[in-house]
């Protein structure tokens, strides 16, 4: 699979039993939203999905196989700020036979790119939990750099882990 068989298009409200498919696996949402930790039926699923569209302030998109139109994924950047040009990613690949192909970090890199190009960011954040040794790679990889840790923000399976805050600037960008 090559990055460039993806497509980043518009999610769709019929798509939920997708979502809700993929956050049954544990392993999928392991170092996902924690809202993901709580949807447990289709209806909850469809409920954010809904809200998730028509929030104003995040860019939705979906990551679909160009060659079948098949959703494999979905990201984008929330918490939109106009004031401060800024804004969070979020990725969730949720097909995990595509996982460690350079797919996350191909839309990572699409993303960003609209963010700057389209939206007028300055500053693009995310977080992501220290064990996700293909995020963090994938994040760095696609030109993030790491900005600080939060010890011990996120408990999974019983533990606690650090996560790490990493950012992008549009002048690091358009130099890259």
């Known amino acids: 699979m090559f990055p460039s068989a993806i497509q980043l298009l518009p999610l769709r409200l019929d798509q939920a039993e997708i979502f809700h498919r993929w956050i049954q696996d544990q392993e999928v949402v392991?170092?996902?939203?924690?809202?993901?930790?709580?949807?447990?039926?289709?209806a909850k699923v469809a409920e954010w999905l809904e809200a998730t569209l028509a929030d104003p302030r995040c860019l939705n998109l979906g990551v679909y196989l160009a060659e079948t139109q098949e959703l494999i994924g979905h990201a984008g950047i929330s918490g939109i700020s106009t004031a401060n040009q800024a804004g969070e990613y979020f990725i969730l690949l949720g097909e995990k036979r595509y996982w460690g192909q350079g797919i996350a970090t191909e839309v990572t890199r699409q993303v960003v790119a609209r963010g700057f190009e389209e939206l007028g960011l300055n500053r693009i954040m995310l977080t992501v939990s220290e064990p996700n040794k293909g995020g963090v790679k994938a994040y760095l990889r696609a030109g993030f750099q790491l900005e600080g840790r939060l010890r011990q923000a996120c408990l999974r399976n019983g533990d606690f882990h650090d996560?790490?805050?990493?950012?992008?600037?549009r002048e690091e960008w358009s130099a890259s």
């Open 163 to 169: 996560k790490l805050m990493m950012s992008v600037l």
């Open 30 to 42: 392991l170092y996902s939203l924690n809202a993901f930790q709580q949807m447990d039926s289709l």
